[in-house]
């Protein structure tokens, strides 16, 4: 993909990561009551509202952090990758690095999807 | 080549949104890995009976509430907030807008790239980023309760 394709996608992927994120954000401290810390309410692991498990059964909600992990997925790699290329504009360097990239990006999107999907169904 | 102090103000923010953009990815990286916690650690990779989960994640609960994490999220907190503000100028200028009409460039001009205008939103992220500290202290450390 052209270096103009993957910065057009960057900015996608961070616009994308503004409205999950925000949805990740209300959800873990803008539900907490002000004289409450998140350590009493959305940490719990079940029997509140907004406790780790209410959230992730939730389809919608689950779906918001699943599309929240690839986009920040994406967007950190390539962020890396980008600082790396002007730090070290070296053509092998960056070669070798992208492909270090792609691996933890996938390992991330992996290790992550499966925890979505555990806890989604965990009963 | 990142140490800013010799340039100008935006300057400071290419400087600030690769640090902040760095120390979040690895926070990311960790955040992906701990949460996997939330279902019995990284050897489940089946649906496990939900009292064992609970006890698993429990005890990593009890690891995490402590006040150097609760610190630790609130830098994080500071960063991710100025991060997305200032990635968001970001991504505005990108695409031209904010930038102005175009114009000839005069010597020794400020940056068109940073107008007036990309300057205020530039203030604003560090603005939402000192909102996100006091909040996040609270959210984590019940400092505004206390």
Known sequence: MSERRLMLLHYVTGIGILITGAVHLWVVFFTVPLDQTIWETTMLFDNHPFAILSVYRNALLASTLWLLLVFTTYHAMNGIRVILMELIPNRSFVSAIKWVLIALGLFLVVYGTRTILIAYNIR | ?146
């Open chain 2, 1 to 146: 080549m990142l140490f800013p102090s010799r340039y100008s103000l935006e300057r400071w923010s290419y400087t600030l949104q690769r640090i902040t953009g760095v120390v979040v990815t690895l926070y990311f990286v960790l955040h992906v890995i701990e949460t996997g916690n939330f279902v019995g650690g990284p050897s489940v990779w089946y649906v496990p009976p939900y009292d064992y989960a609970r006890a698993y994640y429990e005890e990593i609960r009890e690891f995490l509430h402590n006040p150097v994490f609760d610190v630790g999220l609130v830098i994080i907190g500071w960063m991710v907030a100025f991060h997305a503000v200032n990635g968001l100028r970001l991504t505005l200028a990108h695409f031209g807008v904010t930038l102005g009409r175009p114009s000839r460039v005069e010597p020794e001009a400020p940056p068109r790239s940073f107008s007036p205008l990309q300057r205020a939103i530039f203030w604003i992220s560090i603005a939402i980023a000192v909102f996100a500290v006091v909040y996040s202290l609270n959210a984590l450390m019940g400092v505004l309760a206390a």
